[in-house]
């Protein structure tokens, strides 16, 4: 276990600083989890995924007992504000509306969003209508339509995300009332305008009108969560069933005298907070006056509630409106305010101290400034300043177009379109790698190009170790599943690659002790394959294979470590990707099946073809691997690959001798081997994930490459194939077209070719033009050329005649 870790701190701007436990050995972390109102997003994948890599890392490669402790968010204004307009739409649909008073209703509530959120439209003569919105807009928004600012200057940012999102709103409404498609496609316009009006009518003491909302996204952010390989939390928490604790713990402030009760909500006192000696806004100090992130971290709900001391107070309870869920408590029905819920929670799992706390890094200020406010006010002693969490983690954001990405400016792709469209969980998770946790992402084609290149070295070295392993073991015995390790020797011909593996172990060590730099992790792997490529290219067959395997087993070991293998389970001791089969611990029978089928077809076809005579093709044919087979199979490996080989190796073997044998063959057997032999490599084994790899003066090398990338590559191959056949007989063709236009033109006899040309009206004996249509002579000039043309046309009509017979038509 290291114990010189560095860390960034956000508690300690600037490089990272020593990484201490409380407790030598045990890590306590608590991270803020989702507002569960909507789907995660790429945003979130982000958070989570960077903050499960620095667990695993603490985990599995220091060796740290972890105590990961995450809450759910589970009562908020977002969770209030959406569920009860949700219920307001569902109840206004249930109304017998005529036609024209459902579109009465959207251009109503179309009005309303334009002056709460683009006021700009209202401006110019006349009224803003459904008629005249598109050339209101464009004069309005046209330049952050086209991609600029509000402003005129600097760059666009979260802002113009927000107009943009709120002018789509707008835009799609008009297009669903003008199809009269109001409910349904003028949602994003009706839900604020159905709030403003009957929000108050909402009976809040069912509560199922928010909690069934969160329960079902609680479910959907864990599956999500489930797909990109994220280790679940040690403990779970979530507000509502904390409630009462929480009531208690804002008692407590209030008594020290921290808090003060106004108008049937609680506040924090900022200026008592910090005349007893503490600090406020340790994480974010030149934020602590920002005006527009205090309302964010307060919530648009809390408008309207009032008798705050200070500007910067905030809600540690909120007084419940009339269309709020509720509490009891000794100030009244109330719900509390968000910051005191993480407070309540992390202290009742960690108790007072805790060494991480993480979360994104918009959550510095004002939500996690204010948890160390309150909670370093709930447990201070007699005016002295506790230390509540060691160690403050921020990730990175994820932007898009220069602005976050937001479920609120809804600029985002959610986890589950991206899983099912442009990414793998290990592709994701390679990007976020490529950066660093506490850095912002932009995700870019250069790092989309960037991940799938490092992807792919990884997966063509696994591919190849195995190979070669298996080829050079001929009957690989297996641990575990895995190919059984070689030993190193003390060659000094070995000297090269295992300096080349030290080196990548201590670079790796320093990445991960200098605040897990995970960009330098990947970078050490990439160097140290590539130097085990190049001395496997060089030496050919005389590969230093106990060396290119030791590497290939520490490169599996960080990788599984860094969480890209979702098979895999620490500490991570195979070598390469592990298969889902090999993970579902299925029967080896069942595993080999599909092989042995190919297997016996193979060999079967092979004896009905009518072969020259051989020794080696008569032992092929009478051998069995089935021996070997239930060799592998007794001793425990479970493993698809190790399996599969000793049936894979008989068919290479066989498909190898019959092609050195296919020279020597009649030329109809010839044709019969060849056509075996390449359905053996294009159908048989590519549609099980296995490619032989084709070596001059060498057995075939067997590859396990995933069948969907060896079919997509089969296909795009007879996709070129068919390409190229179909224009090159276009070109026979255009060729064969030419051809015949040529000799019809050639047909004509050079005395006959002008007398059909209207241009002219006399001709000579040899059928040369003399005089223009209007009776003019032909100038000199122009005959030259005409006698050029009358020369060929006779060279061609020879030709015509030579070849076909025959006299001029």
């Known amino acids: 276990m290291a114990s010189n870790i560095r860390v960034h701190n956000s508690l300690k701007p600037g490089p990272p600083v020593p990484f201490v436990p409380i407790q030598k050995g045990k890590v306590s972390w608590y991270a803020c989890g989702p507002t569960v109102y909507d789907q995660s997003h790429l945003g979130h994948a982000r958070n989570y995924v960077s903050t ?45 509306y005529t036609d024209a008073e459902t579109i009465e209703l959207a251009k109503a509530a179309f009005r309303a969003y334009a002056q709460n959120n683009l006021p700009k439209l209202l401006e110019g003569d006349g009224e803003l209508d459904i008629n005249n919105y598109i050339p209101r807009r464009d004069a309005a ?24 999102m709120h002018i789509s709103n707008m835009t799609t409404a008009v297009i669903a009332i003008n199809g009269n498609q109001v409910f349904g496609g003028a949602d994003e316009i009706l839900l604020p305008y159905l709030d403003s009006l009957y929000k108050e009518t909402i009976d809040t003491s069912d509560q199922s009108i928010f909690t069934d909302l969160t329960r079902f996204m609680e479910g959907e952010f864990t599956d999500d969560m489930d797909a990109l390989n994220v280790l679940r939390p040690d403990v779970v928490t979530r507000v509502t069933e904390y409630v009462p604790q929480i009531a208690k713990f804002v008692e407590k402030i209030v008594e020290k005298g921290f808090a003060y009760e106004a108008e049937g909500s609680v506040y924090f006192d900022i200026a008592a907070f910090e005349k007893a000696g503490n600090t406020y806004a340790r994480l974010r100090p030149d934020s602590r006056n920002d005006k527009a992130l205090q309302e964010e971290g307060e919530g648009s709900l809390s408008k309207g509630l009032g008798g705050k ?3 910067g107070d905030f809600a540690l309870w909120k007084k419940s409106k009339p269309g709020e869920p509720y509490w009891p408590s000794k100030w009244g029905n109330g719900r509390p305010g968000w910051h005191i819920e993480c407070s309540v929670m992390a202290s009742d799992v960690l108790g007072s101290r805790m060494d991480l706390h993480s979360g994104g890094i918009d959550l510095a200020f004002p939500h996690h400034d204010n948890e160390l406010a309150q909670s370093e006010a709930f447990f201070c002693e007699h005016g002295h300043e506790h230390t509540w969490v060691n160690y403050f983690l921020h990730m990175g954001h994820l932007s898009i177009s220069g602005s976050k990405m937001s479920k609120s400016l809804k600029n985002f792709q959610t986890i589950k379109d991206a899983l099912a469209s442009t990414y793998t969980a290990r592709s994701m998770r390679i990007v976020f790698l490529l950066g660093r946790w506490n850095d912002g992402v932009e995700i870019s084609p250069d790092m989309r190009t960037q991940a799938d290149s490092w992807e792919s070295l990884v997966n063509n070295f696994f591919t190849n170790t195995k190979s070669l392993l298996a080829e050079a073991a001929g009957t690989s015995t297996t641990v575990n599943g895995a190919v059984k390790a070689l030993s190193i020797g003390d060659d000094k011909a070995q000297e090269g690659l295992r300096a080349d593996l030290e080196q990548a172990k201590k670079d790796v060590e320093e990445a991960f002790t200098n605040s897990f730099d995970t960009p330098q992790v990947l970078r050490a792997i990439a160097e140290v394959i590539r130097k085990a490529n190049v001395h496997i290219n060089t030496q050919k067959s005389d590969v230093d294979l ?64 009518k072969l020259p005579d051989s020794e080696i093709i008569t ?36 498909r190898d001798e019959l092609r050195r044998l296919a020279p020597t063959a009649s030329p109809e057997v010839k044709k019969s081997i060849l056509n075996l032999s390449d359905r ?28 969907a990338e060896l079919i997509a590559a089969r296909e795009e191959k007879a996709a070129k194939e068919a390409e190229k056949a179909r224009a090159k007989e276009e070109a026979r063709l255009a060729r064969e077209k030419a051809e015949e236009e040529k000799w019809e033109k050639a047909k004509v006899a050079p005395e006959e070719m002008f007398k059909s040309d209207d241009r002219y009206s006399e001709w000579d004996a040899e059928g040369l033009p003399t005089k223009m249509k209007d009776g003019s002579e ?32």
Do not use: C
Request: glycine fraction near 8%; proline fraction near 5%.
């Open 52 to 96: 499960d890599i620095i667990r695993r890392i603490l985990l599995h490669y220091f060796g740290f007992d972890v105590k990961f402790v995450m809450n759910f968010t589970d009562v908020d204004d977002k969770i209030i504000i959406k569920a009860r307009r949700q219920r307001l739409l569902d109840l206004e649909k249930q109304k017998n």
């Open 141 to 164: 928004y046209g330049n952050v339509l086209a991609g600029g600012t509000l402003t005129g200057e600097g760059k666009p940012g979260d802002a113009e995300a927000k107009l943009k």
């Open 309 to 311: 001391r200070g500007a």
């Open 546 to 609: 106990p060396a290119v395997e030791a590497i290939a087993r520490w490169v599996t070991k960080i990788v599984g470590i860094l969480g890209l293998d979702a098979n895999a389970s620490p500490p991570y001791e195979g070598l390469g990707w592990v298969s889902a089969a090999a993970a579902t611990n299925q029967n080896p029978a069942m595993t080999v099946k599909p092989f042995k089928a190919v297997y016996e077809t193979v060999y079967s076809d092979a004896r009905a073809l």
């Open 619 to 654: 032992n092929l044919l009478s051998q069995s691997p089935d021996s070997e087979f239930e060799s592998l199979a007794n001793s425990g490996t479970k493993d698809p690959e190790q399996l599969a080989l000793p049936y894979l190796r008989a068919v290479a073997k066989l």
């Open 680 to 707: 053996v490599r294009d159908f048989d084994l590519t549609n099980l994930g296995v490619y032989l790899d084709d070596r001059p003066d060498q057995p075939s090398l067997i590859k396990f490459i995933p069948a």
């Open 778 to 809: 032909v100038t000199k000039s122009q005959l030259k050329k005409l006698k050029k043309d009358w020369d060929r046309q006779k060279k061609a009509h020879g030709e015509y005649k030579a070849k076909f017979g025959g006299g001029a038509t």
